[in-house]
């Protein structure tokens, strides 16, 4: 069982930036991060491996968000700069013990989920 606790959320304005945080207790498994708008389907937004090698990300956000892995406080950061309304949704964190990548039925354990939001 593995227990996913995000923070870091908020209101800010476009252009700002914000620290997401998912704090992963167990073993450590593969990481990704969703986010879903309202009326919107759940997306892929960055993933990274269990080691915190490899990560991967949407096009969407590429070149603007960052994630990587404290492994020894099993903790992901996903840092989100120059940020767009478009962005605000509800960020969720989830595990996986064969995937980083973007297809959501191969994560095994979620986060409740954290808010974002972009003001123009």
């Known amino acids: 069982q593995v227990h996913l606790v995000e923070s870091g959320g908020g209101l800010v304005q476009a252009g700002d930036s914000l620290r997401l945080s998912c704090v992963a207790s167990?073993?450590?498994?593969?990481v990704g991060w969703f986010r879903q708008a309202p009326d919107k389907e759940r997306e892929f937004v960055a993933g990274?491996?269990?080691?915190?090698?490899?990560?991967f990300y949407a096009d969407s956000v590429k070149g603007r968000y960052t994630i990587s892995r404290d492994t020894a406080k099993n903790t992901i950061f996903l840092q989100m700069d120059n940020l767009k309304p478009e962005d605000t949704a509800t960020y969720s964190c989830?595990?996986?013990?064969?995937?980083?990548?973007?297809?959501?039925?191969?994560?095994?354990?979620w986060g409740r989920g954290i808010q974002v939001t972009v003001s123009s």
């Open positions: 167990g073993r450590a498994y593969h």
């Open positions: 990274i491996t269990s080691t915190g090698s490899q990560p």
């Open positions: 989830a595990a996986s013990k064969v995937t980083c990548k973007g297809n959501r039925r191969l994560y095994d354990y």
